[in-house]
């Protein structure tokens, strides 16, 4: 069985702040692709990166970053100087080859609030 | 390009009606097909899924269905609403395991 933990249900920074939402993972699978989506307040899952599991090297998108480390089982998100339009709910997910349906695992998701 | 498009952007029933909320993808064929329901400050909680027409698959006992009655359209049902289903419900398609799912824009539903 797949399983997708976020245990940081909420996070509040002020504005430029540095924040980091952490994602851990559980699978058999030895392929499997990550994911983060974000949730603005307006309600629509917005994609953002995909990582497969044998590229461990970390990206850089702007403001967001991303460090996946296999041998933690971990794929954490760090938005860096955050902004008040960062304040979303931002979800981890993961997809193996052997899931029904191709379907996506998600955690329960980190809300983030930046304040001006 | 894809897109998918589902609708009404929100809905207010009342308790005992019928519900129908459709989705629809563009631009590509036999997609893996999703709903959702998240409640209020919650997660996401997979309903149904189907890879492909008349293939439906439901992850939790319900009060609703779904069907796909067309490659690119998919439906969600119930023939008496509950104060319970109130949520907001989110449709996604997906290509390929290795591939992200992409999202409609959600549906607003309340339960009166």
């Known amino acids: 069985a797949q399983k997708v933990t976020q245990a940081q249900t909420e996070i509040s920074v002020v504005e430029k702040e540095d924040v980091t939402l952490d994602c851990v993972y559980e699978?058999?699978?030895?392929?499997?692709?990550l994911f983060w989506y974000k949730q603005p307040p307006s309600g629509e899952l917005v994609f953002l990166i995909r990582?497969?599991?044998?590229?461990?090297q970390n990206e850089i998108s702007g403001r967001y970053s991303w460090n996946f480390q296999k041998s933690t089982s971990s794929f954490n998100f760090t938005i860096t100087a955050s902004q008040v339009v960062d304040s979303a709910v931002y979800f981890c997910?993961?997809?193996?080859?052997?899931?029904?349906?191709?379907?996506?695992?998600f955690g329960g998701g980190t809300r983030v609030l930046v304040k001006p | 390009s894809q897109t998918i498009h589902q609708w009404p952007a929100t809905l207010v029933q009342p308790v005992g009606s019928p519900l129908s909320l459709e989705c629809t993808v563009e631009?590509?064929?036999?997609?893996?097909l999703y709903w959702y329901r998240q409640a209020a400050g919650r997660g996401l909680q997979l309903l149904f899924y189907?890879?492909?027409?008349?293939?439906i698959s439901s992850e939790v006992p319900q009060n609703l269905s779904a069907s796909r009655p067309q490659d690119r359209q998919f439906i969600l049902s119930s023939k008496k609403l509950l104060l319970s289903d109130s949520g907001f419900y989110l449709c996604?398609?997906?290509?390929?395991?290795?591939?992200?799912?992409?999202f409609g824009d959600g549906t607003r539903l309340s339960i009166l």
């Open positions: 189907s890879v492909g027409i008349g293939q």
């Open positions: 699978t058999r699978d030895t392929t499997y692709y």
């Open positions: 997910a993961l997809s193996g080859t052997k899931a029904a349906g191709n379907k996506l695992t």
């Open positions: 996604a398609w997906r290509g390929s395991w290795d591939q992200p799912q992409h």
């Open positions: 631009g590509t064929s036999n997609p893996n």
């Open positions: 990582r497969n599991s044998f590229d461990e």
